[in-house]
């Protein structure tokens, strides 16, 4: 459905993978596309942590570029990873557009 501008697409299918939401979205060429879940992908991630029990996503997950913290974090985390706070989003999104812009 198209419309004032809007574009509106409805696909009904139970075998969305993410490659396969990926491959969809570059036919509309975006200059960046950040996901949301998927933290088993092998892709580039930042995690989010929300409170201390999020702290096993660090030892569990692979491929880490940086940390967005709703809470204080240890110095050791905070050496291992580039940590921004949750109020920096200006911060971590600078961060996160450079690290995209080096990877292409």
Not at 5 to 26: E, H, R, V
Not at 35 to 61: N, T
Not at 84 to 104: A, M, T
Request: overall charge negative; hydrophobic content about 40%.
């Amino acid at each position: 459905v198209e419309g004032g501008g809007l574009l509106q697409l409805t696909a009904n299918s139970k075998d969305w993978s993410l490659k396969k939401l990926i491959d969809f979205y570059q036919f509309f060429s975006p200059d960046v596309i950040f996901v949301e879940g998927y933290k088993k992908e092998s892709y580039p991630k930042a995690v989010l942590i929300r409170s201390e029990e999020d702290l096993v996503l660090l030892s569990s997950l692979t491929n880490i570029i940086c940390v967005i913290s709703h809470i204080p974090l240890k110095n050791e985390v905070q050496r291992a990873y580039p940590m921004f706070h949750l109020q920096e989003d200006e911060l971590y999104l600078n961060f996160l557009l450079k690290e995209v812009g080096e990877r292409r």
